[in-house]
T-cell receptor, first 111, second 111 residues
């Protein structure tokens, strides 16, 4: 069965640089979620989109923005990167009749 | 205090043992309850998904939800070394809402 696809899988950036993470949901899933997981921490909700509109917002810094496109894929844009942004970033997708399935994650390292 | 509490362990058991993992929560609005398994540096993998109170069984795994006590459990029968991972409970108030995770319990099953 098709799963959530995330790219890139690994990303290394310098402080103050920008990064763009991409997420391709499971086919026919119309809702996308972004989570951040720090070392030894549980995933923390950042933001979600339903039918290309923002549906909920969590503890996402103002330096981050995201959107969902007409093909339902989503991108998380991160600017002015800080050392503390180093984490695993997960995308999950769901539909009305199904719960959230997670992608493999993008490991972001900020140097 | 976190909305969802989970003993982080680590929990070490011999192969073949029955494992019991638990979470408590404070938000009575939670209606959907999940258990995810996460191997090191991988995405959370959905194990069990339960709506409201009751039991659900899938192979060696049984999930229980007691909404009156705000307590959920995951039982693993005949545990295997391949079950060694971090187990995260998660819950939400709506099927398409953000997930609130417990801290995760690290399980090691020794051969």
């Amino acid at each position: 069965a098709a799963g959530v696809i995330q790219s890139p899988r690994h990303l290394i950036k310098e402080k103050r640089e920008t990064a763009t993470l991409k997420c391709y949901p499971i086919p026919r899933h119309d809702t996308v979620y972004w989570y951040q997981q720090g070392p030894g921490q549980d995933p923390q909700f950042l933001i979600s989109f339903y039918e290309k509109m923002q549906s909920d917002k969590g503890s996402i810094p103002d330096r981050f923005s995201a959107q969902q496109f007409s093909d339902y894929h989503s991108e998380l844009n991160m600017s002015s990167l800080e050392l503390g942004d180093s984490a695993l970033y997960f995308c999950a997708s769901s539909s009305d009749s199904d719960t959230q399935y997670f992608g493999p994650g993008t490991r972001l390292t900020v140097l | 205090q976190k909305e969802v509490e989970q003993d982080p362990g680590p929990l070490s058991v011999p192969e073949g043992a029955i494992v019991s993992l638990n979470c408590t929560y404070s938000n009575s609005a939670f209606q959907y309850f999940m258990w995810y398994r996460q191997y090191s540096r991988k995405g959370p993998e959905l194990l069990m998904y339960t709506y409201s109170s009751g039991n659900k069984e899938d192979g060696r795994f049984t999930a229980q939800v007691d909404k009156s006590s705000k307590y959920i459990s995951l039982f693993i029968r005949d545990s295997q070394p391949s079950d060694s991972a971090t187990y995260l409970c998660a819950m939400t108030s709506s099927n398409t809402g953000k997930l609130i995770f417990g801290q995760g319990t690290t399980l090691q099953v020794k051969p």
